[in-house]
């Protein structure tokens, strides 16, 4: 496949909420999108980059310069999805920048030949169930509010952010609310240390699903010694940026499960390589969200079709986060979403809401 050109385009869209975690409050998503123009069909990537380097080191504007300087002048003049990841391994980490290109390159594939990324990944549904993932708030009584709204909505799992000083308290709370039967397990992104192993542990006794990422990104020996000291199982999401880093976390015992992110790891391919090989360690997986538009939401979906992905992941609806969509928008229906099932991505953005909320765009001719 020969491309004609490149659109890097830099989209701000307003959240219906500010969503805090451990490392930080947003209000909007400054969203980059990767469009590639091939003679046959044109493709989309979203790059899951944030606006700053706090989840992990990349941030959108630094993708968006990865992109043009590095990225696209590595890739051959023919060019096939499964050889994008091969060209690019040169260049360093970058890994959000590498996906987008590559998802880019693989819808415009899939769309050229008719398949749907559900169908070329290895779907075995046609429709996810999905969870919730709710942020930090100013008080248990807005938190239990919130997730009463999210249970309303069909949600099948609520994930609670946590941090120091907001850990047991709003655990507790949903449990005491909502019951033991709901679907519940929290995330720390990486806010906690070894030495806080006591306070995690006292999250035990609420029968959580999981705790993700407890420790710092680097800290695989760490998990595996936190692992030994809680009964909640340990799912990694910072930690795991390639199949490597889960072969390395499966056999140091450092998880029991992985929270799979196609940006994290450098795109689609990669990411079902890590579902393949946790399937075969028996290691479960589900597919974690970076607030996706419904570019990013769509190709994710179809990932979380897959046979491996045995617990509902953070697939949640476009209102989850956005009032208006750039798609048409994915809405629940009895907890799940469908799979799309045109080709490629199987979805497009909308032109008048795409153009509304483009604050910058750049044609790039390779
Ligand atoms: O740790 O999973 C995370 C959002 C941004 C960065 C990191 C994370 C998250 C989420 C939201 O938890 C997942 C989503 O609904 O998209
Ligand atoms: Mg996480």
Redesign the pocket.
């Known amino acids: 496949m020969k491309i004609t050109g490149v659109e890097l385009r830099r989209i701000a869209m307003p959240l219906v909420a500010p969503?805090r975690?451990s490392f930080g409050t947003?209000t909007k998503r400054d969203v980059l999108l990767v469009r590639v123009v091939t003679p046959d069909a044109e493709g989309w990537g979203e790059c899951v980059a944030?606006s700053e380097p706090l989840?992990s080191s990349e941030y959108v504007d630094e993708a968006a310069q990865v992109i043009q300087r590095f990225l696209l002048p590595a890739l051959p003049n023919e060019v096939d999805a499964l050889g994008v990841a091969r060209a690019l391994e040169p260049i360093k980490g970058h890994r959000m920048a590498k996906a987008a290109v590559e998802t880019a390159i693989l819808d415009a594939q899939l769309k050229a030949s008719g398949e749907s990324f559900g169908r070329f990944l290895g779907a075995a549904v046609d429709r996810v169930p999905c969870g919730?993932?709710v942020g930090i708030m100013d008080s248990i009584k807005e938190l239990l509010d919130a997730v009463e709204g999210y249970i309303d909505e069909g949600y099948v799992r609520i994930?609670l952010?946590i941090e120091p000083g907001w850990d047991v308290a709003p655990v507790r709370a949903v449990r005491e609310r909502f019951g033991d039967d709901v679907l519940l397990q929290v995330?720390a992104?990486a806010a906690y240390t070894l030495v806080d192993a006591r306070q995690l542990a006292r999250l035990d006794e609420f029968g959580l699903l999981l705790i993700?990422?407890p420790l710092a990104n680097d800290d695989l020996v760490q998990h595996a010694q936190l692992a030994k000291q809680l009964t909640t199982p340990i799912c990694l999401?910072?930690s795991i940026e390639s199949a490597e880093h889960a072969a390395a976390a499966i056999s140091l015992g450092s998880c029991s499960i992985i929270?799979i992110?196609p940006g994290r790891v450098g795109g689609y391919l990669e990411a079902r390589r890590i579902h393949d090989l946790c399937r075969a360690h028996g290691i479960a997986v589900w597919c974690?969200?970076?607030?996706?538009t419904g570019l990013g939401r769509a190709a994710n979906v179809a990932l979380a079709a897959l046979p491996g992905f045995t617990l509902p992941g953070?697939t949640?609806g476009s209102s989850?986060?956005y009032k208006t969509d750039i798609t048409a928008p994915f809405e629940l229906e009895d907890g799940h979403l469908n799979v799309p099932q045109g080709p490629g991505i199987g979805v497009e953005p909308v032109k008048e809401i795409l153009e509304e909320v483009t604050t910058s765009t750049e044609w790039i001719t390779v």
């Open positions: 969503f975690t947003e944030m989840y919730v993932s994930k952010k995330d992104n993700e990422q999401d910072e929270n992110k974690g969200g970076m607030l996706e953070d949640s989850r986060y």
